[in-house]
């Protein structure tokens, strides 16, 4: 059974940072791309940044780009969000996403975590 | 800057038919774009419904269909039932590993 399990979000001040980590099993975690996702409050969907199978190519949202770097460990099945120079406007649950297809193109969002929160607030 | 557009809400009676669309603010949506369609229901994660166009994701019932229609990409539910009343977001992917999601379009089912 495929899990993701994100974790790290909590209550930063605006220029601050924080590393959302999530965890993955239940299937080759190595041999698939990875996105994250955030949702502001009340808000829709915001595609942040993918990452392929083998970390080697990222693509970002150009709102965080420069400022949020994705990367992941696939010894320890773990995709990690940095994020850096926080603003309120960042403020959101973030959701990681397994993605399918075989390739880049046809990528889509096929399974979601739970989420974390992050709160941008002084 | 590239907008994807859905209707905010929508309505259907249950056991009623309704086509949800996803389009852009400047040009047509084809099958190049490889649209996607997400439910979401409050405090819970996106589920996966629809990829490349038409194809269902794994589990998802075939009362749930999608498709390009006037330039549009198009997520028709047939047969509404009570607990389709989500939110449903579409996904286009705009090339070189970027994707936008359309705002979300409210469904009610009543």
């Known amino acids: 059974e495929v899990q993701l399990l994100e974790s790290g979000g909590g209550l930063v001040q605006p220029g601050g940072s924080l590393r959302l980590s999530c965890a993955a099993s239940g299937f080759t975690f190595g041999s698939y791309a990875m996105s994250w996702v955030r949702q502001a409050p009340g808000k829709g969907l915001e595609w942040v940044s993918v990452?392929?199978?083998?970390?080697?190519?990222?693509y970002y949202a150009d709102s965080v780009k420069g400022r949020f770097t994705i990367s992941r460990d696939n010894s320890k099945n773990t995709l990690y969000l940095q994020m850096n120079s926080l603003r309120a406007e960042d403020m959101a649950v973030y959701y990681c996403a397994k993605m399918e297809g075989k390739q880049l193109v046809q990528w889509y969002f096929h399974f979601w975590g739970q989420g974390t929160l992050v709160t941008v607030s002084s | 800057q590239t907008v994807v557009t859905q209707e905010p809400s929508f309505s259907v009676s249950p056991g009623g038919t309704v086509t949800l669309t996803c389009g852009l603010s400047?040009?047509?949506?084809?099958?190049?774009?490889?649209p996607s369609w997400y439910q979401q229901t409050p405090g819970q994660a996106p589920r996966t419904l629809i990829y490349s166009t038409n194809t269902r994701s794994s589990g998802v019932p075939d009362r749930f269909s999608g498709s390009i229609l006037e330039n549009k990409a198009a997520l028709t539910i047939t047969g509404a039932q009570a607990d389709d009343e989500s939110d449903y977001y579409c996904a286009l992917h705009m090339g070189s590993g970027f994707w936008v999601f359309g705002g979300g379009t409210k469904l009610t089912v009543l």
């Open positions: 990452i392929s199978g083998s970390g080697s190519t990222t």
């Open positions: 400047s040009g047509s949506v084809s099958t190049s774009y490889y």
